[in-house]
Nanobody, 125 residues
Framework: QVQLVESGGGLVQAGGSLRLSCAASEGTFSTYAMGWFRQAPGKEREFVAVIMRRSGNTYYTDSVKGRFTISRDNAKRTLYLQLNSLKPEDTAVYYC??????????????????WGQGTQVTVSS
């Protein structure tokens, strides 16, 4: 069982930045692909970014490319998401998740095994 705890959310003006963190309780953190998802009010949870467990390759949804950066520190068992040039449409609850799936690039929520409780990001215009 992996417990994930997000932090770093908050209220920021458009154009601002935030850094989200996700701390994992499990020592096998490095064996999981780690992803970020978000869910805005009245919308479905959507994929934001993923960082692969072995290669460290990263993948992003188109709307955040060039603005968000996902990274991980396996020694600290921590996942990060740097959010720059924030827009009001980035407002959502952001979740980190861990996947053992062998899927080439895990973008679907259903292939993730563990989820954090979420952290709110609000971007004002």
């Amino acid at each position: 069982q992996v417990q994930l705890v997000e932090s770093g959310g908050g209220l920021v003006q458009a154009g601002g930045s935030l850094r989200l963190s996700c701390a994992a309780s499990e020592g096998t953190f490095s064996t999981y692909a780690m992803g970020w998802f978000r869910q805005a009010p009245g919308k479905e949870r959507e994929f934001v970014a993923v960082i692969m467990r072995r290669s460290g390759n990263t993948y992003y949804t188109d709307s955040v490319k060039g603005r968000f950066t996902i990274s991980r520190d396996n020694a600290k068992r921590t996942l990060y998401l740097q959010l720059n040039s924030l827009k009001p449409e980035d407002t959502a609850v952001y979740y980190c998740a861990a996947s053992k799936s062998s899927t080439t690039v895990p973008r679907a929520a259903r292939v993730y095994d563990y989820w954090g409780q979420g952290t709110q990001v609000t971007v004002s215009s």
